[in-house]
T-cell receptor, first 115, second 110 residues
């Protein structure tokens, strides 16, 4: 079945460490996104990529970095510069076609906790 | 900035229809209305979207007012598994992101 796989499901990080969250999709979607969700709140966009080797900052990109070397993969690195990284991280994708509109497909998320 | 307004919470009896309202008074002509839901600790799930006509699929119906300033998501026969946070989102066809607000927490009770 096609979908988005995020790993790991739970991740613990010590302060000052960088960690990388994995996002892989086999939907052949062009666009991929990273969102962050804090308890009781909606989602906020961190980064997005519409094509391979290109990505753009979202609303809260500070302290995060991404790469898009392959169409299927869009890993997110949470750096030590991110002051409050404890959150639920969601990856999403969509075909990003202009001829019609499509819904987004989301992964099941990674819950990151700083200890 | 959120472009939609939703009630923070609502209850629904199992087996009854759940009608979820959403106001989007500043919607522009090329913006779609999307509905997603998020069950606790999972990723959001796409439900339905529409531009100006009413839409129906296997999950729900979407009723958009003629002036497009508000809409209603209808879950025809709510089940306990429909308990979730429901997000109403306005997005242009060429927008690169979805802007999520706080949504409506729907609790279906037996």
């Amino acid at each position: 079945d096609g979908g988005i796989t995020q790993s790991p499901k739970y991740l613990f990080r010590k302060e000052g460490q960088n960690v990388t969250l994995s996002c892989e999709q086999n939907l052949n979607h062009d666009a991929m996104y990273w969102y962050r969700q804090d308890p009781g709140q909606g989602l906020r966009l961190i980064y997005y990529s519409q094509i391979v080797n290109d990505f753009q900052k979202g609303d809260i990109a500070e302290g995060y970095s991404v790469s898009r070397e392959k169409k299927e993969s869009f890993p997110l690195t949470v750096t030590s510069a991110q002051k409050n990284p404890t959150a639920f991280y969601l990856c999403a994708s969509n075909p990003d076609r202009r001829d019609r509109d499509y819904g987004y497909t989301f992964g099941s998320g990674t819950r990151l906790t700083v200890v | 900035d959120a472009k939609t307004t939703q009630p923070p919470s609502m209850d629904c009896a199992e087996g009854r229809a759940a009608n979820l309202p959403c106001n989007h008074s500043t919607i522009s002509g090329n913006e779609y209305v999307y509905w997603y839901r998020q069950i606790h600790s999972q990723g959001p799930q796409y439900i339905i979207h529409g531009l100006k006509n009413n839409e129906t699929n296997e999950m729900a119906s979407l009723i958009i007012t003629e002036d497009r300033k508000s809409s209603t998501l209808i879950l025809p026969h709510a089940t306990l598994r429909d308990t979730a946070v429901y997000y109403c989102i306005v997005r242009g066809a060429r927008d690169y992101k979805l802007s999520f607000g706080a949504g409506t927490t729907v609790t279906v009770r037996a």
